[in-house]
Antibody, heavy 114, light 109 residues
């Protein structure tokens, strides 16, 4: 069965960087685009970024464009989200999501606080 | 950017009641709409895809309808395990953009 396992979350100071990972299994990772979606505490869902199956096309929400970078390593079946210049508004649970079949990971919590 | 307006933001209903949630897109999205259920501390669970298709394993009391800009999600008879927050989500058919509705919190009266 499809499994998506996020990691890399934690507490980070404002202005610092963090890299999230999402390890995929149970499907042909290299055939699917992948999303990052986040959810601030007590808030709704917010789409963050999308990467095509081969990594050539990348799309970002206005709130993270220029600060976050989505990437993937198909040989490792892993999706990444490099987050720079983090602010308190980036505090959220970050989910990776399989494009098309809409399978979600369990999420990893990122807290931006001094 | 496509905006999704979901209503109501919260509702209270009795067990066995019919519950309806609506979602309106700011432009035509054809059938490209999903409905999710989310319980506290959990990832969203896909219930309905392509506006009206029931995901495998999801009880038949859940249904969806609509096309274009106006969509409806229905629970035909509310069960205790249906207490959750529900979200609509549009996805561009040339997948460049995903937008979620604001969510509807369903509680028992």
């Amino acid at each position: 069965q499809v499994q998506l396992v996020e990691s890399g979350g934690g507490v980070v100071q404002p202005g610092r960087s963090l890299r999230l990972s999402c390890a995929a299994s149970g499907f042909t990772f290299s055939s699917f685009g992948m999303h990052w979606v986040r959810q601030a505490p007590g808030k709704g869902l917010e789409w963050v970024a999308l990467i095509s199956f081969d990594g050539t096309n990348k799309y970002y929400s206005d709130s993270v464009r220029g600060r976050f970078t989505i990437s993937r390593d198909n040989s490792k079946k892993t999706l990444y989200l490099e987050m720079n210049s983090l602010g308190p508004e980036d505090t959220a649970v970050y989910f990776c999501v399989q494009l098309g079949y809409w399978n979600w990971g369990q999420g990893t919590m990122v807290t931006v606080s001094s | 950017d496509i905006q999704m307006t979901q209503s109501p933001s919260a509702l209270s209903a009795s067990l066995g009641d019919r519950v309806t949630i609506t979602c309106r897109a700011s432009q035509d999205i054809s059938k490209y709409l999903n409905w999710y259920q989310q319980k506290p501390g959990k990832a969203p669970k896909l219930l309905i895809y392509d506006a009206s298709n029931l995901e495998t394993g999801v009880p038949s009391r859940f249904s969806g309808s609509g096309t274009g800009t106006d969509f409806t999600f229905t629970i035909s008879r509310l069960e205790p395990e249906d207490i959750a927050t529900y979200y609509c989500q549009q996805y561009d058919n040339i997948p460049r953009e995903v937008t979620f509705g604001g969510g509807t919190k369903v509680e028992i009266k």
